[in-house]
T-cell receptor
Framework: NAGVTQTPKFQVLKTGQSMTLQCAQD?????MSWYRQDPGMGLRLIHY???????DQGEVPNGYNVSRSTTEDFPLRLLSAAPSQTSVYFC?????????????FGPGTRLTVT | AQTVTQSQPEMSVQEAETVTLSCTYD???????LFWYKQPPSRQMILVIR??????QNATENRFSVNFQKAAKSFSLKISDSQLGDTAMYFC????????????????FGQGTILTVHP
């Protein structure tokens, strides 16, 4: 199993550009989520999904869109990048049910918006 | 909503000594999990230890143990016999659980503590 994969590893955008951060998992996990990590603030939940076709907002959803058309993929879209979205982004997944506490994290994407 | 606070931005320890990282949290929930994650310079998030709130016994994993004080909402991590490879950022995290122990996998993290182990 590859686990949770994220692409790209690094990205530089100009203000106003759009892009999609990709996240995929091959463990047939029900739950997937996106976090951003900023210095001094830990990781904060952006959006999460409890299954294909079901998504919901986390703590800091503004400026980000998600959809989940398959169990495996959970892309994060930035429609109009802003410097405040400069961060490291992590995708995570877990089984549903009683093992949902066991989170598997991807390697992260470092995004810089100039 | 719940909050997690790590009041020590940085800590240092000599190799082979013991260090304790502090974490407090605030919640009105009765069922939840608490975690410590390690993030080395590689950026990978690594689970160190997990504690279920309903368990009174403190969790241990080899050199890592926790002091879970539910009434005080405190969850500290003790690292014994510190090793150079323990140098990393450490995050305390909270996850709400449903009555059956399930959750939606949503974590609330503290700000992190940078631990440096000196030879």
């Amino acid at each position: 199993n590859a686990g949770v994969t994220q692409t790209p590893k690094f990205q530089v955008l100009k203000t106003g550009q759009s892009m999609t951060l990709q996240c995929a998992q091959d463990m047939n996990h029900e739950y997937m989520s996106w976090y951003r990590q900023d210095p001094g603030m830990g990781l904060r939940l952006i959006h999460y999904s409890v299954g294909a076709g079901i998504t919901d907002q986390g703590e800091v959803p503004n400026g980000y869109n998600v959809s989940r058309s398959t169990t495996e993929d959970f892309p994060l879209r930035l429609l109009s990048a802003a410097p405040s979205q400069t961060s490291v982004y992590f995708c995570a997944s877990s089984e549903g049910g009683t093992f949902s506490y066991e989170q598997y994290f991807g390697p992260g994407t470092r995004l810089t918006v100039t | 909503a719940q909050t997690v606070t790590q009041s020590q931005p940085e800590m240092s320890v000599q190799e082979a000594e013991t260090v304790t990282l502090s974490c407090t949290y605030d919640t009105s929930e009765n069922n939840y999990y608490l975690f410590w994650y390690k993030q080395p310079p590689s950026r990978q998030m690594i689970l160190v230890i997990r504690q279920e709130a309903y368990k009174q016994q403190n969790a241990t994993e080899n050199r890592f143990s926790v002091n879970f004080q539910k009434a005080a909402k405190s969850f500290s991590l003790k690292i014994s016999d510190s090793q150079l490879g323990d140098t990393a950022m450490y995050f305390c995290a909270f996850m709400k659980a449903n009555a059956g122990g399930t959750s939606y996998g949503k974590l609330t993290f503290g700000q992190g503590t940078i631990l440096t182990v000196h030879p």
